[in-house]
């Protein structure tokens, strides 16, 4: 069984997916809780997850490691005007990214999940923690956005 399917990867994006697709315009445009992201930002914030996450499995997965930055969330999803970009578009682009992003993990090979990975100046994580924990994060942000419309 590859990480793919124990993750249950393609199930996990399109049962996502399908929840995502039931909210409004004007509920996306809606903050989770007082002072926070809107759910289009908490969105934007799972793209820039992905998008970050991408390079790392690649990397790691083609050269045995990876060390690079962190992350700076906010700052991510105030340059990219999350909040401003209608919430039917930030659904597809989350779910193209995600679909591409299974890709990736569906081809690494099983002897690169342990591959040490350093993100910023954290201790070092194996790269198939960094996929379940990518999961993780973006599970419990799925549920925010979902549990409060």
Known sequence: MTIYEQVRWGDEIESAY?????ISEQQGGRTFREGGWTRKEILGHLIDSALNNHQRFVRAALDGSYEGPTYAQNGWV???????????????HWELQNRLLGEVVKRIPENRLESPCRVGTNHAVT?????EDYLEHLEHHLRQIVSAS
């Open 78 to 92: 105030n340059m990219h005007g999350y909040g401003a970009m209608p919430w039917a578009q930030l659904v597809e």
């Open 127 to 131: 790269l198939r923690f960094l996929i």
């Open 18 to 22: 399908r929840a995502l697709q039931t």
